[in-house]
């Protein structure tokens, strides 16, 4: 990121408010190996219920922005729903050290003939501190306003351990997982599977 550049959660937020859908206010954290995480949840207007439009939708919403990684929505013969996200990894900062290296031998003759070289050494470390923001889609605006209204209402220390906040029964406590009466739906049908009447 350039000095004159938003973070990516301010863009990606920014990105989905101008559009005509459901967006909840970012969800910040820190976490273990991040300084910052963010969690944007995002819903459309009229809900998707099928795993390979969520997908389009999902890849529809910020397009000059790379994601760092993806995980699909996959609908699953038992009817349940894996969740799909989008990840944005940035550098916030980044802390060069520049090293002195020299060894005391004690066993040259062995280090030799392991070719192990025993000359100082003069190296730069970096060390970086960076922010991961989730992109989550949610099939319906209900689910993604329950899901948002229970991650603010929680508070998390840098592990990822609850320390403060209400369980949602209806949700898995992943919130990555849908079960079929979550959705409201009754007897689904997922591609390559007819229901039985």
Known sequence: ?????????????????????????????????????????????????????????????????????????????????????????????AQTDDIDRSFAVYYPDILKMLGFTTEPMKLTEVREFKSRTWLRPYPTIPLAEKQAEYEHSVEKDAQGNVLRGRIIE???SSGHVLKPEVLGIRNPTLPGRTSRK
Not at 44 to 63: C, G, K, W, Y
Not at 74 to 87: C, E, H, P, Q, S
């Open 1 to 93: 990121m350039r000095a004159d550049q938003e973070p990516v959660t301010v863009r990606i937020f920014g990105q989905l408010q101008s559009r005509n859908l459901f967006v909840a206010e970012p969800i910040y954290r820190k976490s273990h190996g991040w300084l910052q995480t963010a969690s944007v949840i995002v819903a459309p207007r009229t809900p998707i219920l099928d795993a390979e439009a969520l997908n389009q939708f999902m890849d529809s919403l910020v397009e000059d922005i790379k994601p760092t990684a993806r995980d699909s929505f996959n609908g699953r013969a038992n009817g349940i729903m894996d969740l799909g996200k989008l990840y944005f990894d940035e550098v916030l900062a």
């Open 170 to 172: 209806d949700l898995e």
